[in-house]
């Protein structure tokens, strides 16, 4: 019948006074219902259609009820359409979202901003026929073959597909902008003016035709400049920069990227100066692999599976040096958490093992190697403390102080050691545990620290002198009393953090939340 | 059968029928034939045995007699006809679903006629997706019917009640389809497309599916009419003595001249042109402009020629009086005209988009002068807001500069705002338009009026007012002072700019008038509606002269080429029509915009066609090659493809208004559909 059900004649006739009106009469005055309900709508879309509007809003439905001469509905003036909810429990039941204010409330909010005055603006759609790619148009579509080739081609030779070479034009002003951020690249000499051409990349729409060239471009100078660490570290930036932008549509050059990205990654030698800080690059390459993961991770399957697999063999091949090491391990470490335990955490034991004989200071006579076994040793520390404070982090009933890892701020943690030490843990570089430096100074601290990273190196070792130093009886019971109630807690975690801690002693307390901490002191 | 039973069922039937005479007649014979058969007997007096003895008719009557209301013999009947016509020969079957349409809605009218409205709904649901693709709007509409006081209260179902379908068909597809039904007895199916089909049989082989397009579209009770009306004579030339026309001689002139002094004329040219630039202060564009300008007058001048060689368009006396024009108005035009830049399939025109922001979802209409200095837009909260956008260019970037040196008027007195605010209208400001020179702007709204504000003065003139409902447009006469309105009232109307009353009304239209256009003559206007055709109106006479059947849905946007040969139309689906305006047929249907095309407009020199729509694009259409090309080459290639030149995507911004400056330069205005952030 009529899709009016006779109920809501009913219902629409009690609310308006009528009670005694029959079921029969219900049943005649649905489909009139209807009917009328459909007029309305149809004027209301005329309405609709000569405001230049695609969306009915309740002034179209006013102005049709207008023109049958009938009161329009009060109440619904918004200038947008309106929303509707659903009710819980009902499939086809809709009510518009009306709340009580307090007439309080209203008076005594402060005004609300003057909307902006209408105004023009005006700009190029097209000049002779075609779009200059500036800010106010559209972004140009991908380019791709044009469809004409493909229907020719059908046509006299079914079962071969040769692709006609694509002409793309490229115009002036564009091939100008391709020489000048290749330029300023290369050139090195002045960082300011690299770093808003690194803004405009991430900003201006209408690049997009340069996309393949600058794939090209970085792909080619990586693999010839991989001596020459600042040019690296500017591609790198310069991809960073590209996939920043929401007008570029990267996707069908990942392949071209991902190679040299990973490269920067895990390659063993970046850079031939001994000052050249190629951990950072390392460091920052990470995080980019882990933005194209996260980005792309949706639509490219096996991108992460792929990377995974690369960083692992990198990083279980004993022969590769350690650099190459660290650089995997970041790189896994970037992925998340759940990358690091499902892939890291099992082959942790005996990487430690191998990684020992480098550890130690009387058997490694080549300071630079034990400095690099050090700085993956921290790594790996850093990885898998990271892990273990997400994973702690799960326990409902454990207070946390903060939601989020990130978020965290300098969590003091005050132990127990006669000498007050104050470990705090940094949330951007996360490994960086500034400290008082104390009377004993070790003796393998000979690198100066220069940079954050290095201050986290320089600690490494120093936390690991003091803890055979000083490996206190009273400490060794309070620990004992964490593990066993994270045991409880969790059996999985509480095993992980036992094996954590019997792999690196103390050093791993820091990535343990400090109100658990300070609750099982 | 025994015959009395039959009598009896006959007698039933007259009865229902309301035939009480003929009832009361056969009651009569059959006693008298009781009687004679009880007496006498020699005497057979009437014919009563025929009917008695005849097999075939006895069927008939029986299945006449068995159950009149039963609603599912509606069902049974149509589902029978169309798993026939879906399985019927390859070669014929597209003929046979073409009648499958006006026999679902028939059926379905009928079955709510009689008041089986569960039954009707039942029946329309379940067939309505065959016909979804073609004539969704129109099944839309009629979905809503569900008792028979709807049947007549909507004009749409009366017309088609009244009305009879055309269908052309070949012989041997008509043939099988009577065969079909006399051999399946189906003789409520043979009712409904006696009734509602006028079929129009020609021997030979079927034509393909898609070559014409009347086939598909119901029109209502006006095909007759249309093809009556088509007949009559219109005169689409252009009025003789136009501007145009003395601009040619001039420059037959010139041509002339040229032989003899070779470059000193242009370069005098040159010069006057250098001369104006620098008297308004537009040395902004300088030499290149000018240059670019001559370049183009040149191929003008040769194209024009050509063009008046070959075929002399015929000229045509104007009927109604028109306004005199001011020599320096005149002499601009002619300036512009000079300087048009010549376009075709390979000189593409540059755009000029002017973006409304801030607009609140308020912004109604938005229309440009015609040198594309000042731009309108009429607003949901009754406002009207002019921009000068010479000025602001000159204030600002100077990437836009007006086009002719009509623009002197004084700043706004509020510094503030750099627009100009009208106020008058009680109602949304549906419509507006600009007279040629840009001294005036015609507003309408749904308050019911038309107001005319002048541009210098910043102030409401006169108030038009004899519409009865909402004026959906407006558009001012090519030569200005003469004005078309069109109305939800289905009328529209003719205005001068001195009498409050209109000079004319056009009625006609089944539906709501939605866009109005005038022929570059000034003797047609053209008329789009709801009811899905456009009119042409002899202005003179108000008569309607041609009816345009084709599109289906809503028009919503005219043009007329400039040489008054062809019209364009775009509706509510996207798709654009161009019509031949003596022949009154479509020439061909451009599809490419997915939503309402707001806007369209013609070059100057009429080879190309701008489109806007509400899917946030301006296409380009190649007139000449669409207007060329035979139905032969059509059937060949994919020649939509061809026509549609270019497309240019707008970053979320629907398209609603264009405007082909005098110079070819193309304006377009509409508002950002997503807040700025």
Redo the contacts between chains.
Sequence with gaps: ??IVPKETIEVIAQSIGITNLSPEAALMLA??V??R???IM?EAI??M??????TL?A?DVD?AL??RNLEPIYGFAS??PIRFRKAIGHRDLFYTDDREVDFKDVIEAPLPKA?????????????????PAIP???PLEVIRAPA?NQIYQQKDGPLIDIRLPVKHVLSKELQLYFQKIAELTMSKSNPSLFKEALVSLASDSGLHPLVPYFTNFVADEVSRGLNDFLLLSNLMHVVRSLLQNPHIHIEPYLHQLMPSVVTCLVSRKLGNRFADNHWELRDFTANLVALICKRFGNTYITLQSRLTKTLVNALLDPKKALTQHYGAIQGLAALGHNVVRLLVLPNLEPYLSLLEPELDAEKQKNQMKSYEAWRVYGALLRAAGLCIHDRLKIFPYLPSPSPSFLNKGKGKIISTEPNKRKLSVDSSSAMQVDKPMGDDNPPQNSVQPSSSGQASDGNAPESRNAKEKEGSKGRAITMKAILDQVWKNDLDSGRLLVKLHQLYGDRILPFIPSTEMSLFL | MDPEQLDEFVMGYLKKKGFNGAAKQLQDALHHNNNNNNGTGSSSSFNSTDYHNDPELTKLIRSFSQSENDPTRYRNGYSNLRSWAYNSLDLYKHELLRVMYPVFIHCYMDLVGKGHTQEARAFFNSFRKDHEMIHLRDLQKLEGVLVPSHLEEMEFARSLRQSKVNIKICQYSYDLLLQYLHRTESTLMLGIINEHINFQVYSGQPNSSSDDIDAVTIVGSFQETADHVNQKEIQWGLLEDSLEDRLEKTGSLLTDSEKGQGESKDGDVDDSNKKRSTEIGKQGSSLKKLKKDKAGNATAKVARQETSTVSPAPRVKSELALPVMSTDVEESILEDLRNRVQLSSVAMPSVSFYTFVNTHNGLNCASISHDGSLVAGGFSDSSIKVWDMAKIGQAGSGALQGESDTNDQVAGPNSRRNYTLLLGHSGPVYSATFSPPGDFVLSSSADTTIRLWSTQLNANLVCYKGHNYPVWDVQFSPFGHYFASCSHDRTARIWSMDRVQPLRIMAGHLSDVDCVQWHPNCNYIATGSSDKTVRLWDVQTGECVRIFIGHRSMVLSLAMSPDGRYMASGDEDGTIMMWDLSTARCITPLMGHNSCVWSLSYSGEGSLLASGSADCTVKLWDVTSSTKLTKAEEKNGNSNRLRSLRTFPTKSTPVHALRFSRRNLLFAAGAISKPTS
């Design positions: 019948m009529s489909p009139d209807e009917y309900v459909r007029e149809q005329k309405c259609r000569h405001s230049k509007r695609t809003t002034s102005g207008n023109l200038g947008g909307p902006l005055d209408t105004d023009i603006v005006c700009h190029w759609l097209a000049i002779e026929g075609v779009q106010e148009n559209a004409e």
